[in-house]
């Protein structure tokens, strides 16, 4: 069997001296884990195409189970993610946590906010802080686990304008001041605003929003408890890039 499909490259280890198994978030097949003879080689005419991050056009070939690379075409290799560790850090979090939430029926929109990210930390000096709490909002929102916003999840009041909310991560909900309980976690209103723009904008215009870094950091923990309590489990490219962010700052 043969799949000719466009992806984005999650995960790439060595298999003996010259080969790569790498594993593609594809459009419409879920994520395939595929050999390809000869990766390591600068010689072979894949050698970008099947590079960490590369967007390329792949055709998957299966035979007794196995699936290998017959051929990719490089569509954007993000190259400039390398230049800077948190982009790299960040970059590699995003692959792990879309190979967590990905599944066949959404894999198409999730490898769009996929590219969406890698093409924002590749354009962007220190984009990797807005991105972060963006992709992990994002994903959680197409991945079926879209928040109560418009109003208050306890007693469905409308927010004012800088009111002062509070994000439940358990309950998957925001809550006026009356309302939140220990649990919740506190938005400013412009954090609040920038939550909403996440969740509710195009696949594509996800990341256009600015944050000064108060807001941005009340977003970014609300995100990361939101995402980590859907996940439920612990991701080591996480605890890098936080090791990481710690080292910079
Ligand atoms: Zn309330």
Redesign the pocket.
């Known amino acids: 069997m043969v799949i000719q499909t466009d992806g984005v490259v999650l995960k790439s280890s060595d298999s003996g001296d010259n080969d790569k198994r790498i594993s593609i978030l594809t459009r419409h097949h879920g994520i395939v884990t595929a050999a390809v003879k000869g990766a390591k080689s600068l010689k072979n005419r894949m050698f970008h195409a099947v590079q960490l991050f590369s967007y390329s056009n792949f055709t998957i070939t299966e035979k007794g189970g196995w699936h290998y690379i017959s051929n990719a075409e490089l569509t954007e290799s993000f190259i400039d993610i390398r230049k800077d560790v948190a982009a790299i850090s960040l970059a590699s979090y995003i692959a792990e946590l879309a190979s967590a939430f990905a599944v066949v029926e959404d894999c198409e929109t999730i490898m769009t906010i996929v590219i969406n990210a890698f093409y924002y930390l590749s354009k962007n000096d220190n984009s990797h802080l807005t991105v972060k709490p963006a992709f992990e909002l994002k994903l959680a929102a197409l991945a079926g686990f879209m928040p109560e916003i418009e109003v ?6 409308e927010f004012e304008k800088g009111e002062a909310i509070y994000f439940n991560p358990i309950k998957s909900g925001m ?2 001041s ?2 939140a309980n220990s649990n919740s976690l506190p938005l400013s209103y412009d954090a609040y605003l920038a939550f909403r723009y996440i969740v509710f904008s195009s696949n594509s215009r996800f990341l256009l929003f600015h944050l000064s870094p108060v807001p941005l950091s009340e977003i970014a923990a609300a995100a990361e408890c939101y995402i980590l309590g859907l996940a439920d489990k612990n991701f080591k490219t996480l605890e890098f890039y936080n090791k990481m962010l710690y080292k910079i700052i």
């Open positions: 208050c999840a306890g007693c469905c009041d809550y006026c009356k309302c």
